[in-house]
């Protein structure tokens, strides 16, 4: 399974973003997807999965009212919707496909895409 994240940009605090990972590879619609960022000068954090057919949704507490996670098993594609973004929101978003273990932990997660910026201005 291949992942490219997209979307990503810069914005004023409070404005809205769209990211969108698109998969290649039937086995994706089998996998749970994660969205995780990386600020700089810290580590990756998980941000939101969602479990393979879409009954389990998870989020890191700082974004939950916030942030929506969803999926498009069809078109291959996970999405992360960001809503009143925060200058702390800045950072390089990456999705993951394929947990093993507990969700918040990068190193459960087998696949990879390369990262898209979110930059937040106040």
């Known amino acids: 399974v291949q992942l490219q994240a997209s979307g990503g940009g810069l914005v004023q605090a409070g404005d809205s973003l769209r990211l969108s990972c698109a998969a290649s590879?039937?086995?994706?619609?089998?996998?749970?997807v994660g969205w995780f960022r990386q600020a700089p000068g810290k580590e990756r954090e998980f941000v939101a999965s969602?479990?393979?057919?879409?009954?389990?949704?998870y989020y890191k507490d700082s974004v939950k009212d916030r942030f929506t996670i969803s999926r498009d098993n069809a078109k291959n594609t996970a999405y992360l919707q960001m809503n009143s973004l925060k200058p702390g929101d800045t950072a390089v978003y990456y999705c993951?496909?394929?947990?093993?273990?507990?969700?918040?932990?990068?190193?459960?997660?087998?696949?990879w895409g390369q990262g898209t910026q979110v930059t937040v201005s106040s």
């Open positions: 993951a496909a394929q947990t093993t273990g507990t969700r918040t932990d990068t190193r459960n997660w087998g696949y």
């Open positions: 590879g039937r086995a994706f619609r089998n996998y749970s």
């Open positions: 969602i479990s393979w057919d879409v009954t389990s949704t």
